[in-house]
């Protein structure tokens, strides 16, 4: 699946480096590098683009800014200097934020990042290996989720709570869940509740009303009974 990308930055020597990145990725086709937003924008309305490399800090029109005026914006990978505007970011739901100076195995991932979530996107099914990984905004700062070590996550309104099985201390994160679900392997968690997802293979009991991991018990609405019904009984 090759995927159209164009990337945006007003640096002659960013812009260099991550097009050269680029033509290095089997699965990426660089349709223009772009040095500012308003030459961007006018590219993504008369092309088809699966993903965007951004700067944020461009004069007239920033990267962010850019974001929120489009409607559909392709999937977007931050990449920026500056942390502080991480949150930002996520909460406009990009696939990935790297910081420069990025290395060319830290841009890899971010593009097999994109590239996971798009096929998802698409219907597109793959294997995901058991030890995949994403990172998430906490306090300002970047911290890994082995998707692996996820027990369960509970929704809270604008923020999320990753519970994990090697800390008595969930990651809080301001996130949707809609975000966090397009990060998670399909067929590997079940919506038990609107506030919960649960990771099937952490499930040690099933019973009325509840899913426990271990002596954790997480309630099962009428709405999502069906997932935990397909657990015992999968067609």
Do not use: W
């Amino acid at each position: 699946m090759m995927m159209r990308c164009i990337i945006v930055d007003d640096e002659p020597l960013v812009r260099a480096l991550l097009e050269d990145n680029a033509k290095q990725v089997p699965f990426l086709q660089l349709v223009k590098s772009c040095k500012s937003a308003l030459e961007a924008l006018e590219i993504l309305q008369n092309e088809h683009i699966d993903l965007m490399f951004l700067d944020i800090q461009m004069p007239r029109l920033n990267g962010l800014e850019l974001l929120k005026a489009m409607h559909n914006p392709p999937l977007v990978i931050v990449v920026t200097a500056y942390e502080k505007y991480a949150v930002e970011g996520f909460d406009l739901q990009v696939a990935d934020y790297v910081l420069k100076p990025l290395s060319f195995e830290r841009f890899l991932k971010a593009c097999n990042r994109a590239a996971e979530l798009l096929g998802k996107n698409s219907g597109i099914t793959k294997d995901v290996s058991s030890n995949s990984e994403f990172f998430v905004n906490v306090e300002y700062t970047l911290v890994k989720v082995v998707v692996a070590d996820i027990t369960h996550i509970e929704g809270l309104k604008d923020y999320l709570k990753i519970f994990i099985a090697s800390s008595d201390k969930p990651i809080l994160t301001r996130m949707s869940q809609k975000s966090i679900e397009a990060k998670l392997p399909a067929g590997r968690f079940i919506r038990t509740h609107k506030s919960f997802l649960v990771s099937v293979s952490k499930i040690t009991k099933i019973k009325r009303g509840f899913v426990c991991v271990g002596k954790i018990e997480i309630p099962i609405s009428e709405t999502f009974k069906e997932n935990v019904d397909n657990i015992l009984n999968p067609h």
